[in-house]
């Protein structure tokens, strides 16, 4: 999918509404808006649903990520993260809580998770670098604002 295949926006009071495509993937979508729109660093926040979803867990003992995928229909109940840079690369950082049918939710960090209805996404753009760094006490890409 190109990328103005992926969402359609509306810009208003310096957000920016993202509609995600039905069946396009919520973290391609939301990496290319920011990119088509020139938004290194942002606020993210959503809701919609996903028939599919990757969440990953981090193990602060082990320092190792578990990845699990989800195959079925599930309310985004919430999508939380930020946009930033690591490297001078885009880097999306997105956690989600995810609604299934017997009301029951699932959350953890976003991986990957495709569009199954709705993607309703609100970018906040932030107005300043977001620099992370690796940080081998925790073993994570932290801010660096030192
Ligand atoms: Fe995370």
Do not use: W
Request: with cysteine; aromatic share 8%; charged share 25%.
């Amino acid at each position: 999918m190109d990328s103005q295949r992926l969402y359609t926006y509306r810009h208003a009071d310096g957000q920016y509404i993202v509609s995600i495509a039905n069946h396009a993937c919520v973290e391609e979508a939301i990496a290319a808006a920011c990119r088509d729109l020139g938004i290194g660093a942002a606020a993210v926040r959503g809701i919609g649903a996903v028939n599919e979803a990757t969440l990953r867990f981090y193990d602060p003992a082990t320092k190792r990520y578990v990845d699990r995928r989800f195959e079925e229909q599930m309310e985004i109940a919430s999508l939380e993260g930020n946009v930033s840079q690591m490297d001078g690369k885009q880097y999306l950082h997105l956690h989600v809580t995810l609604g299934r049918a017997d009301y029951t939710a699932l959350a953890g960090h976003l991986l990957s998770a495709r569009i199954n209805g709705a993607g309703e996404i609100v970018i906040t753009p932030v107005g300043a670098d977001l620099p992370r760094r690796y940080d081998p006490e925790t073993g994570l890409n932290i801010y660096d604002f030192r």
